[in-house]
């Protein structure tokens, strides 16, 4: 919003960074941070590679799948995906409504949420 001229505070209204960039939300917050090291541990699979955009990790997590080969791409697609999602989601559930998520049990949600994505693509 601030790119559009809209006054609004840019501090990360969780963990209060001074400036909430998509890259520090979705994968550097330590909530996320430890979401991505959750599912990790699970699938035995890096699915977010580091980086220092969102574009980068985006690209270095898919080079990253195709040169491997552990996980099929349309399964890391859905992991990666719906993990973005559902943090996206905790976070304006938590700013908006006040209702925070253990991390462990937001794991599980998005778990569930890929079994039922990949059944429906």
């Given at each position: 919003m601030a790119k559009r001229n809209i006054q609004c505070d840019r501090r990360c209204l969780l963990?209060?960074?001074?400036?909430?960039?998509?890259?520090?939300?979705?994968?550097?917050?330590?909530?996320?941070s430890e979401i991505w090291n959750l599912l990790a541990e699970k699938l035995r699979y890096w699915l977010m590679v580091p980086g220092y955009s969102v574009h980068d990790v985006w690209i270095r997590?898919?080079?990253?799948?195709?040169?491997?080969?552990?996980?099929?791409?349309?399964?890391?697609?859905?992991?990666?995906?719906?993990?973005?999602?559902?943090?996206?989601?905790?976070?304006n559930a938590q700013v908006f409504g006040g209702r925070a998520v253990p991390?462990?049990?937001?794991?599980?949600?998005?778990?569930?949420?890929?079994?039922?994505?990949?059944?429906?693509?």
């Amino acid at each position: 919003m601030a790119k559009r001229n809209i006054q609004c505070d840019r501090r990360c209204l969780l963990c209060n960074e001074p400036i909430e960039t998509t890259l520090h939300l979705l994968f550097l917050f330590s909530y996320a941070s430890e979401i991505w090291n959750l599912l990790a541990e699970k699938l035995r699979y890096w699915l977010m590679v580091p980086g220092y955009s969102v574009h980068d990790v985006w690209i270095r997590s898919e080079e990253s799948v195709r040169s491997d080969r552990k996980m099929k791409a349309k399964t890391w697609w859905v992991w990666f995906l719906c993990t973005i999602w559902m943090i996206w989601k905790h976070r304006n559930a938590q700013v908006f409504g006040g209702r925070a998520v253990p991390v462990h049990r937001l794991a599980e949600t998005i778990e569930h949420e890929v079994k039922l994505w990949i059944n429906f693509w």
